[in-house]
């Protein structure tokens, strides 16, 4: 199916330009989301007057971001999260906790801007692109620590103390999915024997499993904490 977008879409073209994509990514995607519509004679010129519009906006607009790309590039960010001994997160860092990250620093940004191809699930250092025109691209410096070991160490370079906590709240999958791996630390470090483990009923262990993680969340919904958005806002 042929398509002209209306916005630019990473990896498939730019604003105005006419793309052959699959049926079902143009219904399900695209459309839906304002980013593109079907080929026609008044789609074609709609298009042309909200691109003249976009581009005059963007010339208006060009030193403000261009003093925000430079805030973003000369600063460093920093967010904490429960992680494994091996550095894996039990939440992640996706586009809405990077938008929350430069707001600690007044930078104002939408998700849409954030340029992620996964979420970050791993400590260690990134550099996420954050767009603010085709051609003007910023690299936001991101460290990713371990909660209780805010500094980093074992990284390269002195850590910034951080300006986010993830991991107050999470999904019940979520809490489910990480419930054995958060159980069999908590059991090393009360030195629960592996004998004591072993001789509960399997049905058992997998109910008691679920009631933590479920009570873990109920326990963190009260302490207020907050689930990422979804949906895109171009």
Do not use: C
């Not at 990473?10 to 519509?37: C, E, S």
């Not at 940004?109 to 691209?137: A, C, M, T, W």
């Amino acid at each position: 199916m042929e398509v002209i977008l209306r916005q630019d879409v990473p990896n498939l073209g730019k604003r105005g330009d006419v793309v052959r994509v699959k049926g079902g990514y143009a219904r399900n995607f695209l459309i839906p989301r304002q980013l593109a519509m079907r080929v026609t004679r008044g789609a074609r010129r709609q298009v042309e007057i909200e691109r003249a519009a976009h581009e005059r906006r963007l010339t208006r607009m060009r030193g403000q971001h261009e003093d925000l790309s430079g805030r973003i590039e000369s600063a460093s960010f920093t967010v904490a999260g429960k992680a494994s001994d091996a550095g894996r997160l039990y939440g992640s860092v996706g586009e809405n906790e990077v938008v929350k990250l430069l707001a600690t620093q007044g930078i104002e940004i939408s998700r849409n801007q954030v340029i992620l191809e996964d979420h970050i699930k791993q400590v260690g250092v990134y550099h996420i692109p954050i767009r603010f025109q085709h051609d003007l691209v910023a690299q936001a410096k991101i460290w990713v620590v371990a909660e209780g070991d805010e500094r980093g160490v074992g990284l390269a370079e002195d850590v910034p103390d951080p300006q986010l906590y993830i991991g107050g709240r999470q999904s019940v999958d979520e809490a489910l999915a990480h419930a054995p791996e958060i159980l069999a630390e908590e059991a090393e470090e009360e030195g629960e024997s592996d004998e004591t483990n072993e001789t509960a009923d399997t049905e058992e262990e997998s109910a008691d499993t679920g009631d933590k993680a479920v009570g873990a969340v109920e326990e963190a919904d009260a302490e207020g904490g907050e689930e990422p958005e979804e949906g895109p806002s171009p």
